[in-house]
Structures are given as structure tokens and as C-alpha cells.
């Protein structure tokens, strides 16, 4: 697949991640399609939409026009099996669950068009995991996004062993194309790159709260005013989601066995709580204001 036969996109998952993934795809000229399963993260991706565009468009950062050709390429759907027909690429962006992934990507491999290109927005899984499940393994990479997906520039694109040179260069292109920074991560390795060191100061930061070295604020304002980041590791937990961050120590503790890779006691707490940050409204911070 080159670049230029792209036309269709569908997003599978329409959460956190898929919404603004498929609204940039939309601004960029591709006739896209969200898919979720539970209605309610439909209507809410569908109410981003209606209300983001008008407001850039108030900003003067947006025309008019562009954001009505975005609002008329982009539709929404329930039914994945009808919304991958036509695709040209999929990106999937369902909960970091290898056996959910691995399912969907058996489904589409059945649903999509043989030529579509298959990639995972996973943030530490790599594709090989998910890619044997198809009949299209070259055709199945990781392509990551950050967030918020409209906003941040960075896009990592992972060329496993399985991934074609042709498969790697379209994706680079496209990221391109949909106006984002592409890096190409040549080796398949867990979390792939900003995620590995970013997972690394946040450990750490995790570690110093739990043995009461610093209160969570003090933690963030030594990231920010100390080392410059945007936001400390607690506030990007909070817009991340803590359960990702559950997910993630839980999938690294399953493949290495190692109790140090366990999510720490207040990680554990927050998510029993149901506390998971900024989408429920409190998480590290509170968000109810
Ligand atoms: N949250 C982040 O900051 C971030 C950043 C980069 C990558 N990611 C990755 O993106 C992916 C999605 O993360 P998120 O934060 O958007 O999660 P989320 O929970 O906000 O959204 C996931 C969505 O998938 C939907 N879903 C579940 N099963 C489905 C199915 N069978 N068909 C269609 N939709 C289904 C859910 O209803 C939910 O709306 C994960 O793999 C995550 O690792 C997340």
C-alpha cells in the first residue's frame, strides 16, 4: 500500500484516544469512521466534534470551510463490521488488553479489505503479539499517537520483524500527511521509545510517594520546574488514565514475573476506587471544578 491509494480510515475505539485520532484524520482529508461499542462514547465523540470544530473555527485557527468538509468526512458507528468494508487503514485504539486487541484484529482481518493496512495505537504492545492472528502480517504495525491525539506531534511508528518496508514507509507517510512528527522505531521493543523513559521517571515517582519522601503536587512541581516537563508524572497519570497505567505494570509483571514491575499500593487503590483521573473526574487531582 503507498500513501497516495489511502483514502478511508476507521478508527476502532472511539475512547480517550480514538476520538481525536479520527477528527485529526477527518482534518486532514480522509473519509473516516469512529467505531465504538458503547454508544455513549459514540454520542460523546460525536458532541466533540460538533463542538470542537465551531470553536476553532472562532479561534481564527480553522476556516469556516475545513471544518465543514472535516465535520462531513468524518461518521460514527456501532457496527465495525460494515465501517471497515471499504477502509484503505484501521487503527485500532480499544482498552490495552492483548486479548481484546488480538480478537478485533481476528475480526478484521475477516472484515477489511485484504489490502488495508492494519495498525495498533497500543501504547506498549507490541504487533507481533497481536499480527499472527491475521492472514496479513506485513501489513500490521504499531502506530502510536500521544496525548491528546490532536494536539501532540510525536507518532511512533514500529516496524516489527513481520512489517514490510512498504508497510513502515506508507505509515511514516501518512503521519505526514495527518500533520504529525513520525519516528521510526526499527526494533520491536515493549513501550517503544518516549514511553520507556517516561514509564521510568514515573516508577520512580511513584516510589517516592509511596514511601512519603513528597506529596504528589511536590513530585510534579519538581518535573516542571525542575526539568522543565509540561506537566509532572501525577498530572499525566491523571489525563492518561491511572488504569492504563494499571494495565501496563500488570502486563509487564505477567511477562516477567518480577514483583517490582506490579503496579504500586496507591496505583492499586486509586483504581479500585474507580479514582482514575481526569475521565472520572478525580484520579491524583480532583477535576470536579
Ligand atoms: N490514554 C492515553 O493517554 C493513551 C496514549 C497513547 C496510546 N493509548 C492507547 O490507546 C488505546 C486506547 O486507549 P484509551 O485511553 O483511548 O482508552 P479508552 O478506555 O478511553 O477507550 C477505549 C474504547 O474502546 C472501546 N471498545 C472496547 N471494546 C471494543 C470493541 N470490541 N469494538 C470497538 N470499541 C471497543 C471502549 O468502549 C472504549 O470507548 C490503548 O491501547 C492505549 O494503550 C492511550
New binding site residues.
Given amino acids: 500500500m503507498k500513501i497516495e491509494e489511502i483514502k478511508t480510515v476507521a478508527v ?7 476520538h481525536q485520532i479520527a477528527l485529526q484524520c477527518a482534518l486532514s482529508g480522509f473519509t473516516t469512521v469512529a ?4 454508544p455513549e ?1 459514540l454520542a460523546k465523540a460525536q458532541q466533540f466534534c460538533d463542538s470542537y470544530l465551531p470553536q476553532r473555527v472562532a479561534k481564527g485557527k480553522l476556516s469556516e470551510e475545513a471544518a465543514q468538509k472535516a465535520r462531513s468526512l468524518i461518521s460514527f458507528s456501532s457496527d ?1 463490521k460494515e465501517a471497515v468494508k471499504d477502509a484503505d487503514l484501521v487503527i485500532e ?4 488488553r492483548l486479548d ?2 488480538r ?2 484484529f481476528a475480526d478484521l482481518d475477516k472484515f477489511a479489505p485484504p489490502r488495508a493496512i492494519l495498525a ?6 507490541v504487533s507481533s503479539r497481536i499480527a499472527d492472528v491475521t492472514g496479513r502480517m506485513s501489513q500490521v504495525c504499531n502506530v ?4 491528546p491525539a490532536l494536539v501532540m506531534k510525536l507518532v511512533e511508528v514500529v516496524q516489527g520483524p513481520h512489517v514490510s518496508d512498504e508497510t513502515a514507509q506508507c505509515m511514516l507517510d501518512f503521519c505526514h500527511k495527518i500533520g504529525k512528527m513520525p519516528v521510526h522505531v526499527r526494533k520491536e521493543v515493549d513501550g517503544f521509545l518516549l514511553n520507556r523513559i517516561f514509564a521510568a521517571i514515573s516508577k520512580e515517582a511513584q516510589w517516592l510517594l509511596e514511601m512519603g519522601v513528597a506529596t504528589v503536587e511536590d513530585i510534579d512541581r519538581a518535573c516542571v520546574y525542575g526539568a522543565g516537563h509540561p506537566m509532572g508524572p501525577f498530572r499525566l497519570m491523571d ?3 491511572i488504569d ?1 497505567t494499571y494495565d501496563i505494570g500488570m502486563s509487564h509483571f505477567y511477562a516477567s514475573g518480577d514483583r517490582e514491575d506490579l503496579p504500586t499500593p496507591s496505583v492499586v487503590k486509586k483504581v479500585t476506587e474507580g479514582k482514575l483521573g481526569q ?1 472520572t473526574g478525580e484520579g491524583w487531582y480532583s477535576y470536579k471544578d
Avoid: C, P, Q, R
Avoid at 93 to 96: G, I, K, P, Q, Y
Fill in positions: 476502532v475505539g472511539a475512547g480517550n484516544m480514538g467505531i465504538d461499542v458503547n462514547v465495525m485504539a480499544v482498552l490495552e481484546l486487541k480478537k478485533i495498533t495505537n497500543s501504547s506498549y504492545i502510536h499517537f500521544f496525548n489525563l492518561t488514565g492504563l475521565k
